[in-house]
Structure formats: structure tokens, C-alpha cells
């Protein structure tokens, strides 16, 4: 199996920032792409930022030019570095990656972490 933990979330005023970390482990075989998502309270759980195992990445309109995701892929770990906060980031945010464990090589399934709380204060 493959486990993901986040650290790194917090209490933060607005304008600060905040970098989040999410290591893999157990049994892996491969990681593909790695990712963070949020949901707030009431709302639908969104994409915040995306990579490839490459490097290619994505980002949601609303956090764009504020945050940055990167990727050791030696450590199996992504990271997310989120600059200019503001309250409308305040979520959990979830760890995501799409793995082949050792044990099913050939085959690739969604894991989660167990969400790391981000609260912006104004």
C-alpha cells in the first residue's frame, strides 16, 4: 500500500505564506503525477496545483502567480509553497497521488493524504 502524510499547514495572517509538504511511502513501485487539492467548509473539494512526474505543472486560476508546486521525486515527496494568502484559502488541503505499488505493477490507483488544515486570518 501507499500512505501519504502532509505537514506543514497552519494558522497564518493574510499576505503570509505558508509551505506544505507531502511524503509517500510504503511498497511503491512508481509515482506518476502528484497534487494538492482543497475543501473548504460547504464547498466541493477543488484542484489547487498539479505535477507531473516530469515537472509539468498546472494550477487553479485562483491561486496562480501565488503558489508554487514542486516535486523530489527521490524522496517521493511534493511540495507546495503558497505565497500572498488570503482568507479565501483557508481550507484542508489533501495530498494526491497516482501510484503503482509494488505489488500491482501495471496498475495505477488514486491515494489520499489526510488533509492538513490552512487557516488564513484578516
Known amino acids: 500500500q501507499v500512505q501519504l502524510v502532509e505537514s506543514g499547514g497552519g494558522l497564518v495572517q493574510a499576505g503570509g505564506s505558508l509551505r506544505l509538504s507531502c511524503a509517500a511511502s510504503?511498497?511503491?513501485?512508481?509515482?506518476?503525477?502528484m497534487g494538492w487539492y482543497r475543501q473548504a467548509p460547504g464547498k466541493q473539494r477543488e484542484l489547487v496545483a498539479s505535477?507531473?512526474?516530469?515537472?509539468?505543472?498546472t494550477y487553479a486560476d485562483s491561486v496562480k502567480g501565488r503558489s508554487t508546486i514542486s516535486r523530489d521525486n527521490a524522496k517521493n515527496t511534493v511540495y507546495l509553497q503558497m505565497n500572498s494568502l488570503k482568507p479565501d484559502d483557508t481550507a484542508v488541503y489533501y495530498c494526491?497521488?497516482?501510484?503503482?505499488?509494488?505489488?500491482?505493477?501495471?496498475?495505477?490507483?488514486?491515494?489520499w493524504g489526510q488533509g492538513t488544515q490552512v487557516t488564513v486570518s484578516s
Open positions: 494526491n497521488a497516482v501510484a503503482t505499488p509494488a505489488q500491482a505493477m501495471g496498475k495505477w490507483y488514486n491515494y
Open positions: 510504503g511498497n511503491i513501485f512508481s509515482i506518476n503525477g
Open positions: 505535477i507531473s512526474r516530469s515537472g509539468t505543472t
